[in-house]
C-alpha cells in the first residue's frame, strides 16, 4: 500500500535550487562591494578556496546555496542603490539654485530638441570650463563648460596659456541642438567592400591599400562617433614640456609603466608553460579615463577622481617582485617618476584596503583636466564590433583594417606628422598605460586564482604555469586569450 503521506511529506520539502548568477558576476559582485574572498567565507561558514571555486564556475547546494544566493541579491540590490544614488547626486548637483539664476540660463538649456532633460544646470558661483580654463556659469552632466561658443576660451579670445598658432579651436555643441542620429552607417563594411571592388577582388591588395589609409579612416569613425556626444574635446592643446620630446628623436618625460618582468626562480622539477596572447590590448584600453580639455597645474598629494591627467609621484616600494610584476613597470632610477592616470589609478586600487599590497604613491604635481571614462566608447565599440563580425566571417580583410586603425590612431596621437587632426600627447600615453595596466590586472587574477605567473611582457603576453583555462576564456574576442606557444623548463 502506496504511503500517501510520505509522499505528501516528500513533495512538501522538495523544492527547485535558487538560481545562482554567472561566476563572473558572483565574484564582481562581491569585488564591487570590497569584499574578500576570507570575509565572505567567514559569513557562509566555508573556506575562502570553496569561495574562489563558487566564483570559478562550480555550484553550491542545499541550504549553504540559498546563504549564497541571499548574499548575491543582497549585493546586486546594494550596488544597485549606492549606483543609483551616486547618479541622482550628479544630476541634481544644483537643482536648488534660485529661480533668478535660472532664469539667466538660455531658453532652450536643459532640453533636448524633444524636450527631455540634458543635465545642464546653473552653477551658484563660476567655475573653470573643462575646455578652456575660463570661468563658466554653466555645467554639463556635471562638468563646467561655456554654452555658448564665443563665451569659450579655446576659441582664441581667452586663453590663459600660449597657444601654437596652429591650434584648431574647439566646437562646443550648443545643449538642445546637440545631433540626434538614426541607424549609423556601416563605415568600416563600407570601406572594405569599396576596397575589394576596386582591386578586383584581390585580398592582398584590398588590405594594403585599407591598412594605408587606416589614419584618416579612423578619425572618420571618431568623428562619426562623437555626433550627438555631450562635449567636443580640444584637439590641439597646449601642452607643458613634460609632455614635449627632449630631442628630435627622443622621448618626453612620460613613464607608461610598460612591464618586462620574468620570475626570478621557479620551483625544482620540469614545467610546462603557457604563453598567453590577449587579444586587442589597444582596443580594450581605449576605455579610460581622458582628460576634455587642455590641461591645467595643480601641486599637492591630492587625486581628483573626476580628473584625469599626468602626474609627478614618488612610486611606493614593490615586495612581490619575486611573483608579480611591478605595476610601474621595469623602472631601475629611482626618485620620483611623471606617470599616467591609468598607472596612477592603478597603484591607488592595489594599495588600498581591498588589496594592500604597496602603500599609496606621494603626489608631487599633477597636469589635468575634467574627464571622462567614456570618451571612445562609442568609438571603440564600433571597432569591436567590427573585429567581432570579421572573426566570425573569417575576414582577414576587415580584421587587419581594423587591427591597423585602433593601433595607427594611439601611436599617431603624439607628434606625428601621419595624424594633424588630433594632437593629444596624453591621450596616447594614457591609453598605452591603460593597456600595460589591463595586463597587470589579468597576472594578478592569474596569482589570485593559483597559477603560477612566469612572464608579463608589454600589452599582451603572459606567460603562467597550471590550469589557466580555469581562470581565462580562449578564443580571439578582445576579452579572450590565446595560446601563443608552450615550452618546457626544467628537469624532470
Request: include cysteine.
Amino acid at each position: 500500500m502506496t504511503d500517501f503521506g510520505a509522499i505528501d511529506a516528500l513533495l512538501a520539502g522538495a523544492r527547485k535550487e535558487v538560481p545562482l548568477p554567472s561566476a563572473e558576476e558572483r565574484r564582481t559582485l562581491r569585488e564591487e562591494l570590497n569584499l574578500s574572498r576570507a570575509q565572505l567565507a567567514q559569513a557562509l561558514g566555508v573556506s575562502p578556496s570553496t569561495v574562489g571555486g563558487w566564483e570559478s564556475g562550480r555550484d553550491p547546494s542545499g541550504e549553504v546555496r540559498e546563504k549564497y544566493a541571499y548574499f548575491l541579491e543582497g549585493a546586486r540590490t546594494k550596488l544597485a542603490a549606492e549606483a543609483a544614488e551616486e547618479t541622482s547626486a550628479e544630476d541634481s548637483a544644483s537643482s536648488e539654485d534660485d529661480a533668478d539664476s535660472q532664469d539667466d540660463a538660455p531658453a532652450d538649456a536643459g532640453q533636448t530638441e524633444d524636450g527631455r532633460d540634458d543635465e545642464v544646470d546653473v552653477l551658484a558661483a563660476p567655475q573653470p570650463c573643462v575646455l578652456c580654463g575660463e570661468p563658466a556659469r554653466h555645467q554639463v552632466a556635471g562638468f563646467p563648460q561655456h554654452l555658448d561658443p564665443a563665451e569659450c576660451g579655446s576659441t582664441g579670445a581667452a586663453r590663459s596659456q600660449p597657444q601654437p598658432q596652429s591650434e584648431r579651436g574647439v566646437r562646443v555643441v550648443p545643449v538642445g541642438r546637440r545631433l540626434q542620429t538614426a541607424d549609423s552607417p556601416d563605415l568600416i563594411g563600407t570601406a572594405v567592400a569599396s576596397a575589394l571592388a576596386e582591386h578586383s577582388g584581390d585580398v592582398e591588395s584590398a588590405t594594403e591599400a585599407l591598412v594605408k589609409r587606416a589614419i584618416p579612416d579612423a578619425m572618420a569613425l571618431l568623428d562619426h562617433s562623437r555626433m550627438g556626444g555631450r562635449y567636443d574635446v580640444v584637439a590641439h592643446p597646449w601642452m607643458p614640456d613634460v609632455l614635449r620630446k627632449q630631442s628630435s628623436r627622443g622621448a618626453d618625460q612620460i613613464w607608461e609603466a610598460r612591464p618586462k618582468w620574468s620570475r626570478s626562480e621557479l620551483p625544482a622539477g620540469k614545467h610546462e608553460i603557457t604563453a598567453l596572447d590577449v587579444n586587442g590590448a589597444y582596443l580594450s584600453a581605449l576605455k579610460t579615463h581622458l582628460p576634455l580639455g587642455q590641461l591645467e597645474h595643480s601641486t599637492g598629494n591630492h587625486h581628483d577622481r573626476r580628473r584625469a591627467g599626468i602626474h609627478l609621484i614618488t612610486p611606493p616600494d614593490w615586495e612581490h617582485d619575486a611573483y608579480l610584476p611591478n605595476p610601474i613597470g621595469s623602472r631601475d632610477e629611482p626618485g620620483p617618476l611623471w606617470v599616467t592616470e591609468s598607472t596612477l589609478r592603478l597603484l591607488l586600487r592595489i594599495s588600498g584596503p581591498k588589496y594592500g599590497l604597496c602603500d599609496p604613491p606621494e603626489i608631487h604635481e599633477s597636469w589635468t583636466s575634467g574627464a571622462t571614462e567614456g570618451l571612445l566608447e562609442k568609438f571603440r565599440i564600433a571597432l569591436k564590433d567590427a573585429r567581432d563580425r570579421a572573426i566570425a566571417d573569417n575576414d582577414e580583410v576587415t580584421l587587419e583594417y581594423v587591427k591597423a586603425m585602433y593601433s595607427k590612431f594611439v601611436s599617431t596621437m603624439g607628434e606625428s606628422n601621419y595624424n594633424r587632426e588630433l594632437y593629444r600627447t596624453d591621450w596616447m600615453h594614457l591609453i598605452r598605460s591603460q593597456a600595460f595596466a589591463n595586463l597587470w590586472w589579468k597576472a594578478h587574477r592569474a596569482y589570485d586564482e593559483g597559477l603560477m605567473v612566469v612572464r608579463a611582457m608589454g600589452t599582451d603576453e603572459l606567460h603562467v604555469i597550471g590550469d589557466w583555462r580555469a581562470v581565462f576564456a580562449e578564443g580571439r574576442g578582445v576579452t579572450e586569450v590565446k595560446v601563443k606557444d608552450v615550452y618546457t623548463v626544467g628537469a624532470g
